[in-house]
């Protein structure tokens, strides 16, 4: 697999529903990538990327931005709400938004700074324990909150539990946007990403498919 590959099985799947070539965002995961990986995706061109980890973006994408000006940086992984602030300085988007407290720190820190980046409310849509994310029942009730709290949404995320159709969990995310007047849908990810496409994603976040799998994470 590769970028190219990546980008033509996207630009299918988009003309396959009757979508508009380019309304698919290709988010490319890097998290734990080897940073020549990294580099040569960003030489092919490539300019949006995921990360899971604000230690490890902050450690990699200050030197990388500098040499390849115009990253747009996602972050896609849990985020702990003492490193809200950090997160902030680096992303432009952050996919994982789940808790009333994180919530009133953005607020807060967005408030202040006067910007604010692309937010994302991620859904657990499997009702999994071990999983991030508001329960579908309580996305309704937490996305009035973020808005009273004078966020901006750009839409939902959802992780669907592994070894699972993905596409009831896709389909029950795109319902709860359109209730809510959200037009973001970041879903789909290696495995399943045509699937999301199909169901309305509007940012799939692709790793081990571009770059290759990870050693660990
Ligand atoms: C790691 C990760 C991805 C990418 O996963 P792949 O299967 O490698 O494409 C996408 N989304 C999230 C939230 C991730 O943590």
Same mark, same amino acid.
């Given at each position: ?56 973006? +902050? !450690?990699?994408? $200050? @030197?990388?931005?500098?040499? %390849? ?5 996602? #972050?896609?992984?849990? &985020? ?51 999983? +991030? !994310?508001?329960? $579908? @029942?309580?996305?309704?009730? %937490? ?5 009273? #709290?004078?966020?901006? &949404? ?52 692709? !790793? ?10």
């Amino acid at each position: 697999m590769s970028l190219t590959d990546i980008q033509t099985r996207i630009a299918a799947a988009e003309a396959a529903a009757g979508r508009a070539p380019g309304s698919v965002r290709l988010i490319a995961v890097s998290k734990v990538q080897p940073l020549d990986r990294v580099t040569a995706v960003l030489e092919a061109g490539h300019r949006r990327f995921g990360e899971n980890y604000v230690q490890e973006a +902050a !450690g990699k994408w $200050p @030197d990388l931005r500098a040499r %390849f000006p115009g990253v747009e940086l996602h #972050m896609i992984g849990p &985020l702990q709400t003492n490193k809200a602030k950090p997160a902030l300085d680096l992303f432009d988007a952050i996919h994982t938004l789940d808790r009333p407290s994180l919530a009133e720190r953005l607020s807060r820190l967005v408030q202040a700074r006067g910007a604010c980046p692309e937010l994302f409310v991620q859904v657990n849509t499997g009702m999994e324990p071990q999983k +991030a !994310g508001v329960l $579908p @029942d309580a996305a309704d009730g %937490f996305i009035a909150a973020c808005r009273g #709290m004078d966020l901006t &949404l750009a839409g939902l995320m959802c992780i669907p539990p592994e070894d699972t159709d993905p596409a009831p969990h896709f389909a029950l995310l795109a319902r709860i946007a359109e209730r809510n007047g959200l037009t973001g849908l970041s879903m789909g990810m290696s495995s399943d990403f045509e699937t999301a496409i199909a169901h309305g994603a509007t940012h799939v976040r692709v !790793g081990s498919a571009i770059f290759g799998a990870r050693a660990y994470g």
